[in-house]
């Protein structure tokens, strides 16, 4: 089974300056899908960013790009000139990329702090 | 996302009731999903659907069920509802074809408290 593992309980960063969130995860499947979600205190579910394994550029989104190393199974988020707006729960998530594969795997998720 | 609704937004029931929670979305996608959120636990799947005609269990599918009235509404009922079911439930929509092709979408969440 696919499992994603999220090391860092909780994260801080100053506003403005660029933090990394760190998320691995287990598979033996070679073709799937990774994902970052942002969960602010609203509680929404918000799609950061999204990338395909079988794509080797890694995916940006303005501010938001990631790190996807497949060799290692490892896949970060970085975000570049933090806003207080970016405080959240961010989770990253898996998915296989067969026909069956519905279910998206979540890590336990990253508690990001912006300090003003 | 606007486009994925739920109702209600928040629910204290008592247990033993039933209860039922529903998702409409306009976004136009054939999938649609219920998940449930616990601390420190991330996300659950427990009822997928495909389509209308077409729907499935997901890993903690019991002590729930699930119907798909039209494409764009997909309900998740409690039918006795136990304190442990409190949770915040999330619907979620995905599109097998387009540029985001299996990209999940959630709607607000549902917050259920059970006492």
């Known amino acids: 089974a696919q499992t994603v593992t999220q090391s860092q309980p909780e994260m801080s960063v100053q506003e403005a300056e660029t933090v990394t969130l760190s998320c691995t995860y287990d598979?033996?499947?070679?073709?799937?899908?990774l994902f970052w979600y942002k969960q602010p205190p609203s509680r929404q579910m918000i799609l950061v960013i999204r990338?395909?394994?079988?794509?080797?550029q890694n995916a940006t989104e303005n501010r938001f790009s990631v790190n996807f190393q497949k060799a290692a199974k490892s896949f970060s988020l970085k975000i570049s000139d933090s806003q207080l707006g970016d405080a959240a729960m961010y989770f990253c998530?898996?998915?296989?990329?067969?026909?069956?594969?519905?279910?998206?795997?979540f890590g336990q998720g990253t508690r990001l702090t912006i300090n003003p | 996302d606007a486009d994925v609704t739920q109702t209600p937004r928040n629910r204290i029931t008592k247990t033993g009731k039933r209860i039922m929670l529903e998702c409409s979305q306009t976004?136009?996608?054939?999938?649609m999903y219920w998940y449930r959120q616990d601390p420190g636990l991330g996300l659950r799947l427990i009822y997928y659907?495909?389509?209308?005609?077409?729907?499935n269990k997901g890993e903690i599918s019991d002590g729930y069920s699930v119907s798909r009235q039209a494409q764009a509404k997909f309900s998740l009922s409690l039918e006795s509802a136990i304190p442990n079911q409190t949770a915040l439930y999330f619907c979620a929509t995905s599109d097998r074809t387009g540029p985001s092709t299996d990209t999940q979408y959630f709607g607000p969440g549902t917050r259920l408290t059970v006492l």
């Open positions: 990338q395909e394994a079988y794509k080797q």
């Open positions: 659907s495909f389509d209308v005609k077409d729907i």
């Open positions: 976004k136009g996608h054939d999938r």
């Open positions: 598979t033996s499947e070679s073709d799937y899908y």
């Open positions: 998530a898996y998915r296989g990329a067969f026909a069956g594969a519905q279910k998206l795997v």
